[in-house]
């Protein structure tokens, strides 16, 4: 089945403000999720859907929306022209590059906005979680979709993306952002009024 551009999550939700870098929430780790169900989560699962459609990313954890829990959601389309679409509560994710070798490409987040910085990642992952009801699965993921993966599960350890760069490499993400930041901004609310959002 294919999906539509902009799925019914996304046209359901209400958009979140996105934290940013040096917020506390986007640095401690989150709580595990131990009640599950659609009438606890479905409405912040819309929200969060919305939110990274507005932002043009491909992942988004939920202390990136201010809320402490481990959930992320994700929606993309990877070298390979497959487009991933879901969410994932309490993940944990397996990476290794040993066997696979590392992906060298360059990563951004939503919470540095306008910034990006080559940072290697094992080149598969597999991950680890639960769906809305509470049920377990396993994803096995490479190239793009596994770096996304292990991106928003170091999210909810409290991690950012720069926290594994140089000093050097940081510092230039930081100024980046700071120069590209209005422009981020006003690119995000172009597309939330063209969501009628």
Request: a negative charge; proline letters at 6%.
């Amino acid at each position: 089945m294919t999906l539509p551009p902009v799925t019914d999550e996304v046209r359901r939700g209400e958009p979140l403000r996105i934290t940013e870098v040096g917020e506390s929430i986007l640095h401690l780790p989150c709580r595990e999720v131990v009640e599950f169900g659609r009438a606890r989560w479905s409405k912040l699962i819309d929200d969060m859907f919305t939110t990274l459609w507005i932002a043009n990313g491909c992942g988004l954890a939920a202390n990136q929306v201010g809320v402490d829990v481990r959930l992320f959601v994700y929606d993309l389309t990877d070298e390979y022209g497959t487009r991933h679409v879901g969410h994932v509560f309490n993940p944990r994710v397996e990476a290794s590059a040993g066997l696979f070798g590392e992906d060298n490409d360059s990563e951004g987040c939503l919470s540095l906005p306008g910034a990006s910085a080559r940072l290697p990642r094992p080149a598969r992952a597999t991950l680890h979680g639960y769906d809305l009801e509470g049920r377990p699965f396993i994803l096995d993921a490479a190239g793009y979709f596994a770096r996304c993966l292990q991106h928003e599960t170091q999210h909810l350890h409290g991690q950012v993306y720069i926290d594994h760069l140089t000093p050097e490499a940081r510092e230039q993400a930081i100024s980046t952002s700071a120069r590209q930041r209005p422009d981020v901004m006003q690119r995000r609310a172009l597309k939330a009024a063209e969501l009628g959002k």
